[in-house]
């Protein structure tokens, strides 16, 4: 993180869990996270988007296979008012079987909770290369 960054607004859904996971990790990196002002940086977590896609199927016609997208649109501004929007997207394979719908269910939620943990992780990147002086 840029040294000169101690603190940053981020703008996000109240139930946005990468805007969680962001304000967290910036905490972990003692950068406060505070309300916005003029001057201050932001980061601004758009509404994540989760698309799929069918990648196979089995003999009978049920889908064996998906493709997972992830897409999160997010914008930063730096403290003298410049805005960079960026579009975080990931993807992800996923096996699909009817005969273990359950553990199939606790599946895809790990396979997303890594997905939004990605989504940090890139975000705290383009971070980095846009919010520098």
């Known amino acids: 993180m840029p040294e000169n960054l101690t603190e940053v607004s981020v703008q996000a859904s109240k139930r946005s869990e990468v805007a ?47 493709e997972f997208i992830y897409t999160l649109p997010i914008r930063f501004v730096h403290a003298s008012g410049q805005a960079q929007e960026q579009t975080i997207e990931l993807s992800r394979d996923y096996q699909d079987d009817p005969n273990f719908a359950l553990a199939k269910t606790r599946e895809f939620e790990l396979v997303i909770r890594e997905m939004r943990s990605d989504a940090v992780q890139r975000a705290l990147i383009l971070m980095n290369q846009y919010l520098r002086d």
């Not at 996971?21 to 201050?40: E, F, H, K, M, W």
């Not at 980061?43 to 199927?57: F, M, N, P, T, Y």
């Open 20 to 66: 969680t996971g962001l304000r967290r990790a910036l905490a972990q990196r003692q950068i406060a996270v505070v309300p916005y002002s003029d001057g201050t940086p932001v980061i601004e977590v758009g509404q994540e988007k989760l698309d799929r896609r069918i990648l196979s199927l089995t003999p009978s016609g049920q889908v064996a296979e998906y």
